[in-house]
């Protein structure tokens, strides 16, 4: 059934490309248009038992994705060849693997489409429904089915969808369907956009459909499982001058699952978003409670695939190596997150300000367990409600907490400094399983010189105190930029605290119109990569690594 | 604010379009109602199922770390296995190995072994707790073992083994005789394990602690007769006489040893058998 499918799918695919390209070739050439991009990242791994690099059968890894959209302007097409054969380290088995990944046809007219095949989509913030592609993670989780979104009038957004989720290199039995609608008040209300307010209040409903299986309690129970597990989200979002107000609030039906521990309670997310800025000024608040939202399109999976929802992680993204050295992964199964941030640009020719203007950025965010009390059921977890946990409850477990405090400051017309001190709680047990909490103190410095129009000198030193976990960190990077071609880059990071290991790198990049190749050698420390709040553990690797882009 | 705004509506919208507005509010409502209020009673998630007759012995291997805090869970489901089956039914290895596993180093006693690691690299572990009941299927989590194990007790079997492992109180040696009755022809491999239970020894614990008095049972030491075993060819109904010999650490206490012995073919694990060790 799977494979009759897909090859209807394929002939879908190829009819429509078949049926683009001759008006394309005879008529409308013009709006004909043919695009894609190559991408390959290549290691060839070499064995250090000194950081724990282990030794590869194959002398060389990658991972390799070649997408070709073509577009017309009734019709587009579309696919993704992917060859992960043998792929980098760290990525779950089930990755290996090459073939046609992803595929689709898709029909437009002025205010609708219809999309036949692979599609991605997100409803709301994502609470029920964020299918994405994230290479660096190894996601995929697309649908394969059909999309049809709809503006039926003015300001009303429609869409539909159904299909079947992605999972490496099979699709999931289940199928996951739903709709979304979502309106946009100000444009019926004119007195509104005139003054600047915009109203869109948006509501949305997914379910799965996901055939029983045997779940045993005892010798002689099996659970009673929910073949249809139904989700909605209603949100609604009021922008006035600078300022920008978001609710939503998420509730799923019972779900049991291995996530949950197979228990009946329904979960539910609630988020309330506020932000203000103006020229030079600005300031967030964000708070988030989550409630056993883990939803996935096979029960029983576990690991980073067949999620069909996502949890947006309040926490900043940190792209400095030792402000990224711990990273927080959302908890699906329940917290309490606060973010809060505040930046301000000190104009030019003031005290602070200096000739060319400064910027300071605070950023705050606290990640708390919820308090819970547990609820069993004849003395079994399976097939109980699993707890209670009253809304506003507060645990005694911290998760995650950041305070960083950024300045960046232009000194002169060639010198640009910045500046960054964070404060890290991290629960590494909560989050990896053991370790649990590190303390750290974060200070990084980083400059920028432009030495002529062509060359420019960029210096990172880092370096994070902490008794806890393998000690203290220092880290130190120099790049040299030989505009427009060339990219030169030297860095370190040491384990000052416990292993003393060096973590070297040194690489070149060459960037020319759409094609970019970077090589490089060194040494990768284990830990995780974090995207969103998602997370996948890289182990050490030693060796080259050679990426390849290409966009046309 | 909001009569404002349905005030507003009103205005601007043809009734054909408010009726519609409407129909979806009515629908979203109804959603959060369905949502909300369906489901499954207390009293209806359990599914009475008729006891299976055990005709197989089920060998669990439990892939498992002394820094898995997720792991005493995993024992847990296995002592619940094994009320409920029986001991001789239910025949598990706790293999310490991977990053979560801990070799002994200075005071601490790690229980986390290079040929376990090899298990480990083998089967292509991602996390822990896993374990693979009779090498059938995939590997899977402790909570899908009730149901494997269920099906894994109803595969009939011909095979039967005798166990007599037998250590000598004045040496480290210890000596397994085997006996073996064959049923129907077979060909696979043979393998013998050593395990090791009541060891007392570091767990971290789901709450994130640190038990240092956890006692670790069926722990796995060495194997017998190599790592993945040795070749096995049988003709139908062949009775095979075997015997086995193996160097003992002296930190093991002999009186929690035990042998497993276990025959797999393509079909995964055939039979297994379980024997506490002799002391003479």
């Known amino acids: 059934m799977a494979s009759l499918v897909k090859n209807l799918l394929l002939s879908a695919c190829a009819c429509a490309l078949g049926a683009v390209s001759l008006p394309a070739q005879e008529e409308q050439k013009e709006r004909a248009t043919l695009s894609g991009s190559i991408q390959a990242d290549i290691l060839v791994p070499q064995e250090d038992k000194t950081i724990g690099a282990q030794k590869y059968n194959e002398w060389a890894l990658a991972n390799t994705y070649a997408d070709l959209r073509l577009q017309s302007k009734y019709v587009d097409a579309g696919g993704r060849f992917e060859w992960n054969q043998f792929p980098l380290p760290g990525y779950e088995a089930d990755f290996k693997g090459w073939g046609l990944g992803n595929f689709y046809t898709r029909a437009h007219w002025k205010n609708g489409t219809v999309t036949l095949g692979d599609f991605y989509e997100q409803f709301g913030s994502g609470f029920i429904l964020r299918t994405y592609e994230e290479r660096s993670l190894g996601i995929d989780n697309s649908l394969r089915g059909l999309h049809f979104a709809w503006n039926p009038f003015k300001g009303i957004a429609l869409k539909v969808l159904s299909g079947r989720q992605r999972r490496y290199w099979e699709h999931n039995e289940a199928w996951v369907s739903g709709g979304d609608v979502e309106l946009s008040l100000d444009e019926w209300i004119p007195s509104m956009s005139a003054h600047g307010r915009y109203l869109t209040i948006g509501g949305s409903y997914v379910n799965k459909y996901e055939e029983d299986e045997e779940i045993f309690v005892d010798a002689t129970h099996r659970l009673n499982l929910p073949t249809l597990v139904h989700s909605f989200d209603v949100r609604a979002r009021y922008q006035s001058g600078g300022w920008n107000l978001l609710a939503e609030y998420a509730r799923k039906g019972q779900d049991p699952n291995f996530d949950n521990g197979y228990i009946y309670r329904p979960g539910y997310v609630a988020m309330l978003s506020g932000s203000y800025s103006q020229r030079g000024l600005s300031i967030l608040l964000q708070a988030k409670r989550s409630d056993n939202m883990s939803f996935r399109s096979r029960r029983a999976m576990l690991g980073t695939s067949s999620m069909i929802n996502h949890l947006p992680a309040f926490t900043l993204d940190h792209t400095y190596a030792l402000a990224a050295l711990y990273p927080y992964a959302t908890n699906a199964n329940g917290e309490w997150a606060y973010q809060a941030e505040f930046g301000y640009n000190f104009k030019r020719k003031t005290a602070l300000g200096g000739k060319y203007g400064t910027t300071i950025k605070v950023n705050f965010s606290h990640v708390h367990a919820p308090a819970v009390e547990q609820k069993l059921l004849n003395g079994y977890m399976k097939g109980s409600d699993g707890y209670t946990s009253p809304f506003w409850s507060w645990g005694d477990e911290v998760y995650y907490q950041d305070l960083n405090v950024q300045f960046d400051k232009k000194l002169t017309a060639d010198w640009k400094l910045n500046l960054m001190y964070m404060y890290q709680r991290y629960n590494k047990t909560a989050v990896e399983g053991e370790g649990g909490m590190i303390n750290s103190h974060i200070i990084i410095g980083e400059a920028k010189w432009r030495i002529s129009n062509k060359l420019t000198l960029r210096g990172e030193a880092q370096y994070l105190f902490t008794k806890d976990d393998e000690g203290d960190w220092a880290f130190g990077l120099l790049e040299l930029s030989l505009n427009p071609h060339w990219m030169f880059t030297v860095s370190d990071m040491y384990n000052v605290g416990t292993t003393h290991n060096h973590y070297y790198q040194v690489g070149a990049t060459y960037t020319v119109g759409a094609h970019r190749l970077q090589g490089a050698y060194g040494r990768t420390r284990a830990g995780f990569n974090c995207t969103g709040g998602v997370c996948r553990w890289i182990p050490a690797t030693r060796g080259f690594t050679l990426s390849y882009n290409f966009n046309f | ?280």
């Open chain 2, 1 to 280: 604010m909001i009569s404002t705004i349905r005030r507003q509506l009103a205005k601007v919208t043809t009734p054909s379009l408010q009726g519609r507005v409407r129909g979806g509010s009515v629908c979203v409502l109804f959603l959060c109602l369905l949502i909300s209020c369906t489901g499954i009673s207390e009293e209806e998630r359990y599914i009475y199922m008729p006891p299976v007759q055990s005709a197989h012995a089920v060998l669990i291997e439990d892939f498992t770390g002394q820094r898995c805090i997720n792991c005493p869970n995993a024992a847990l489901e296995i002592e619940k296995l094994k009320e409920q089956y029986g001991a001789d039914t239910i025949i598990a290895v706790g293999i310490h190995s991977g990053p979560l596993a801990v070799f002994s180093r200075g005071n601490v006693l790690g229980l986390r072994t290079e040929e376990g690691d090899e298990y480990y690299e083998h089967w292509k572990i991602e996390q822990e707790p896993m374990g693979y009941i009779n090498r059938r299927g995939s590997l899977a989590t402790p909570d899908q073992w009730g149901t494997l194990v269920r099906e894994a007790i109803q595969v009939p079997t011909d095979l039967k083994f005798t166990l007599a492992p037998v250590k000598d109180s004045l040496d480290n040696k210890l000596h397994v005789h085997m006996i073996i009755v064959n049923g129907d022809p077979i060909k696979g491999r043979l393998q013998l394990w050593l395990t090791e239970s009541k060891i007392t020894a570091l767990q971290m614990m789901p709450d994130g602690t640190a038990n240092q008095s956890y006692v670790h049972n069926h722990v796995f030491r060495r194997s017998i007769n190599g790592t993945w075993g040795e070749d096995y060819t049988a003709a139908e109904g062949e009775i095979r006489d075997l015997d086995f010999e193996c160097e003992l650490d002296e930190t093991w206490n002999p009186e929690n040893l035990a042998v497993v012995a276990f025959i797999e073919s393509a079909n995964g694990v055939e039979q297994v058998a379980e024997s506490a060790i002799i002391i003479q």
